[in-house]
């Protein structure tokens, strides 16, 4: 847990000075779902990244249409 605090520091918390509240939660939430989500490595998914199995699992016909 505490990594992912770091990383919400470093790549969101400290980019910028925030207006008001409503400002920093969108960019957070942003960040969470857009970013960190799809680059930890999951259980569920056998330690791969969500980009990773999605690669893996996507057929080439699937990328051709």
């Not at 910028?16 to 969470?32: C, N």
């Not at 857009?34 to 699937?62: K, S, V």
């Amino acid at each position: 847990m505490e990594s992912f605090f770091a990383l919400l520091q470093k790549n969101v918390l400290d980019r910028r000075p925030w207006t008001t509240r409503q400002e920093l939660r969108i960019a957070i939430v942003t960040w969470i779902e857009r970013t960190y989500h799809r680059r930890r490595r999951q259980d569920a998914l056998g330690r791969l990244t969500p980009i990773e199995y999605e690669t893996i699992m996507t057929t080439p016909a699937a990328h051709a249409a």
